[in-house]
């Protein structure tokens, strides 16, 4: 799964402004140019959160984006999250080969 990070924090020094790509190993080309992975990403833990279809549970697109919504809105604005939460930025995640996207 190929992720798509948009407006990483202290990543203004990434030539597209913040946004990072991370392609697996195994699915890069030899003319793929590989940058190092950014200095935010490495000093800290990150990782990926979604409210799209828990597992068990199926929901339309409009479903999973307005509950995605909310997520977003809880992460950004909760104050009870927002001490131990030190940045939030969205991403998706895409899988060329099974042709889909979250």
Do not use: Y
């Not at 924090?9 to 190993?25: A, F, H, I, Q, T």
């Not at 890069?28 to 990926?48: I, N, S």
């Not at 068990?56 to 950004?76: F, M, P, Q, V, Y």
Request: aromatic share 6%.
């Amino acid at each position: 799964v190929t992720e798509f990070m948009l407006d990483v924090p202290n990543c203004s020094k990434v030539e597209d402004g913040g946004n990072v790509v991370l392609v697996p190993e195994g699915e890069t080309g030899d003319k793929l140019e590989q940058d190092p992975m950014p200095q935010a990403l490495r000093d800290h833990v990150v990782f990926a959160l979604t409210a799209f279809d828990p597992p068990g549970i199926s929901r339309t697109l409009k479903e999973n984006k307005d509950e995605n919504a909310k997520l977003w809105d809880d992460l950004r604005n909760n104050p009870k999250l927002s001490r131990h939460i030190a940045k939030v930025w969205k991403a998706f995640g895409v899988h060329i080969q099974e042709e889909w996207r979250v």
